[in-house]
């Protein structure tokens, strides 16, 4: 049995959205009923509801993955949350739970497959479909808790871009002493430089122009760099301990490379269609490392909400309609949000 929920739909890879429904389960004994309250808009969605990934993504599809609402109900056996939580659900629902990455925590890595929040196969078989809808059933082990001090609508963003960035920059070291480069400005970016700062490190936003100097000073970076600018680079040779790529599409791996110290590494978590190549010299010649990230598992993610919560960080967002989404996706890829559109999912019902 399940039931029909109103949702945004894409027929296809070419099409706007149109209002239709996706269908929820009825809980099981683990399953968790969260009214959606915001869904955030990530570049991921518009990678995968264009086909800009190729075609594994199945139409009809309906994204997000960057949830936040409260819990409408719970199945018999939950134990970790109770009807009226504040909860959220991020990039994945499902996950074998037994292999090493599940085990260590890392379900995003999970060896038997993820099933991610929209775009996968369920264990039930049938395809999952994501937040830009009025409801969602989710296994208890897979929901997060919204701490009180983050507003439902901010937080929403920080279930993916927040812990694609809290990741990396914990793993790799950013911390006090440190100098840390986030390249591009968008809604991971502009999440990487509140945690960045908020972890103790010198940032620096390297972006394409020098349009967003203000706000990446406001959000926490010390200087900024235009990527156009050959000389700015060039003064900034080897000045990175860390450098967090979240550019949506191909970048000069070169270029960003030779502002890294001795040893030091770049993290690619932006995921542009297009296959990248560089000089491996740029590695070599300074012992760097390139490294990848993939969102963050489940313990990772709840630590980064606290994280935020101690530190007040919540996401700077622009309230969008359901009727505005089609559209927001456009401004999204012309660079016109700042920094993350959110969608009031009130305005689906
Ligand atoms: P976004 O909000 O659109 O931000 C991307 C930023 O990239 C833009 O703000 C812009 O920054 C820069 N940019 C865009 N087009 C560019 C171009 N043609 N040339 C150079 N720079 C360009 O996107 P997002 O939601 O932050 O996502 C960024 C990327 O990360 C996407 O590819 C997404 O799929 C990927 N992603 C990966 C993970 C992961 O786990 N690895 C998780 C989520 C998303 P400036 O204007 O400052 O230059
Ligand atoms: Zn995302």
Redo the contacts with the bound molecule.
Sequence with gaps: MSVSVPALVLEGAAERFVRGAVERRDPGPRDIVIEIAYAGI???DI?AGRGEWGDIFTFPLTPGHEITGTVAAIGSEVTSRAVGDRVGVG?FVDSCGECAPCSAGEQQYCERGTVFTYGSQGRDGVNTQGGYSTSIVVDERYVLGIPDALPLDQAAPLL??GV?LYAPLTRFGAGPGKKVAI???????HMGVKIAHALGAEVT?I???L??REDALRLGAVDYLA?SDPEALAAAAERFDLIVN??????DVDAIAGLVRLGGAIV?????PEPLSFDVYSLTSKRRILA????GGIPETQEMLEFCARNELGADIEIVTADEVSDTWDR??A?D?R??AVIDIASLS
């Design positions: 990530c570049h991921s990678h990039c993916c871009a694609t390249v591009g400005l968008g809604g991971l970016g936003v972006s394409r122009t349009a967003k990527s979240t550019v949506s599409a191909p970048i690619f978590v932006g995921m542009p990848g990230s993939n969102i999204v890829v660079g949000v920094y993350r």
